[in-house]
C-alpha cells in the first residue's frame, strides 16, 4: 500500500516537464513548500503528507488517486473533481467517518484495528477538541483500501458513487470474525465460500427458470389453442 506514494516523484516530474514548468513556479502557484518539493523531487520519500498530496492534486486538477497512480481507483473518463481546502478535506473525511462508523456498527478503535492503524489514531483525529488538521497519507490510504473507495470520494473531491453492498468492505459477520482475531487468510477463505454459495445459488436460480420455460413451452406444444 505505502509503495503507492513512491510515485509522487515521476508524476511531478513528468508534469513538470510536459507543462514545461519551472520548479520556483510551482511551488509559488501551488503552496507545497520549496523545502517539501525539493525533498519529494530529489529523494524517493515515501513520507509526503496528506496536505501536500491535495495540494499536488489540485494544482495538476487530477485526482489524488492518478498521483499515486492508483489505477483501480483512477477514473479514466475525466472525473468530476471539486477542489477542496485542507480545511474542506479535514470536514468531509470526518464526515465520512461518521458515517461509515454508524453505518457499520464500528468504534474509532476498531476501525483503526481494521485497517492496521495505530488504537488511537481514529479516535483522537475523530475528537471535536483535535488538534489533528489532517490524518497522514498512510492512514488515509489504508481507509480507501478498507472500505474500497477512492480517495477523492473520501475527502469529497467527488461525488459518492454507487456500490453493491459487498464491495464497500468487510460483510458485517467477517468484521466481528477480524475483530476477533481471525487471521486474514481464515477470512479470505471465508470470502471465498460466500462467492462460490453466490455462485451456486444463481446457476440454481437459473436452472429453475430454464425448467419452467421448458415446462410452459412442453404443455403449449400439447396444447396449442389453449390459453
Keep these: 500500500m505505502m509503495t503507492a506514494t513512491y510515485n509522487i516523484q515521476p508524476f511531478l516530474k513528468e508534469n513538470l516537464k510536459r ?15 520549496s523545502s517539501t518539493f525539493n525533498r519529494i523531487i530529489n529523494t524517493s520519500s515515501h513520507n509526503t503528507d496528506f496536505k501536500t498530496l491535495i495540494k499536488i492534486a489540485n494544482y495538476f486538477k487530477v485526482s489524488l488517486d492518478a498521483v499515486l497512480e492508483r489505477e483501480k481507483f483512477t477514473d479514466t ?8 481546502s485542507i480545511e ?13 462508523l454508524t453505518s457499520d456498527s464500528l468504534t474509532p478503535y ?19 477538541s483535535s488538534t489533528i488538521k489532517l490524518l497522514s497519507t498512510k492512514s488515509v490510504l489504508a481507509l480507501s483500501e478498507h472500505f474500497n473507495i477512492s480517495l477523492d ?54 436452472s429453475e427458470t430454464l425448467h419452467k420455460k421448458g415446462k410452459i413451452n412442453h404443455q403449449n406444444k400439447k396444447h396449442p389453442h389453449a390459453r
Design 19 to 33: 507543462l514545461q514548468l519551472k520548479r520556483k513556479d510551482f511551488v509559488i502557484q501551488s503552496g507545497v513548500p
Design 110 to 128: 476498531q476501525l483503526s484495528k481494521l485497517c492496521g492503524l495505530g488504537e488511537v489514531t481514529l479516535r483522537g483525529f475523530m475528537k471535536d
Design 153 to 206: 470520494e473520501i475527502i469529497g473531491r467527488t461525488p459518492p458513487s454507487i456500490h453493491k453492498t459487498n464491495q464497500l468492505s468487510h460483510s458485517s459477520m467477517e468484521q466481528q470474525l477480524l475483530l476477533k482475531g481471525l487471521d486474514k487468510r481464515a477470512l479470505d477463505t471465508i470470502s471465498d465460500i460466500h462467492r462460490l454459495i453466490a455462485s451456486n445459488n444463481a446457476i440454481s436460480t437459473t
Design 77 to 84: 473518463k475525466n472525473p468530476q473533481l471539486n477542489i477542496v
Design 88 to 100: 474542506e478535506a479535514n470536514t468531509n473525511l470526518k464526515n465520512f467517518l461518521k458515517n461509515k
